[in-house]
């Protein structure tokens, strides 16, 4: 029977100890595996955001009418680099399993968007909103560590680590069958459905996270950060175009650096409350 831990702010170092708050409930080995499989296959709605959409871009290219397309593949690397480390300082306050169901949400409701639309601008919108799913990897793995009993744990992680590998195999043939069957925009609505059918099983079944750390989020250092990941993306996918040695390219890479200095030094670390 394992013990819960929370962090709250107390007179520890850094303004915060562990304290204990309850034992928990006895599981059995099966229902921690089937934890691990929901949580696990959550984890690779990442991997497919990628892996099914690029075989899709040909197409959508073409009912668009766009020269564009690359920005689907960018905003949603871009939106998922600025927004990981915020989400993950808000789980750290809030729960990380109730974060991760409002990612989901907001994930599977970008795909959506996307999936419907009818023109280029409204599918950033939704691929912007997709970009949010860049969070779930790290918030299932810090729910694994904070839930699972210690036997358990190492297993856990490696399974669910293994899976990456599964899914780069399996998500250009998934998006096969779905662009040459229906259209490009089956692929979108499948990542619509995956994650909210694996949202409500961990609803219903995964423990949240008994541990907090109870901190003010530095939100002007994470907008210099966001914004320093921001430019140096852009500079990267849009070096090939406007030429690696021009004012643009250099501007981007120069100014993402700049900020993000400013950024971390603003940022130095959780403030206790």
Known sequence: MSQLTSTFPGNGPGGSQPRQIGTAVPRSTAYWIFVLLVLALLSEETAYAYNLVTPALPDMAAELHTTQIAWVTTLFSLVGGISAPIVGKIADNLGKKRVLLWVVGVMACGSLIVALAQSFPVV????????SAVAILPLAYSLMRDIFPRRLLALAISI??????LTTVLGPI???????????????FFLAAFPVALGALVWMVVPESPVRMRGRLDWWGALLLGAAVGLILVGLSEGAVWGWSSEAVLGCFGGGAI???????????????
């Open 259 to 273: 900020l993000l200095s400013g950024g971390s030094r603003t940022s130095g670390g959780p403030r206790s409350r």
């Open 124 to 131: 950033l919108v939704g691929r912007a909103m997709e970009g």
């Open 174 to 188: 998934i998006a096969g069958a779905l662009i040459d069957n229906f259209t490009y925009r089956a692929v979108f």
């Open 160 to 165: 669910a680590t293994s899976g990456i590998g």
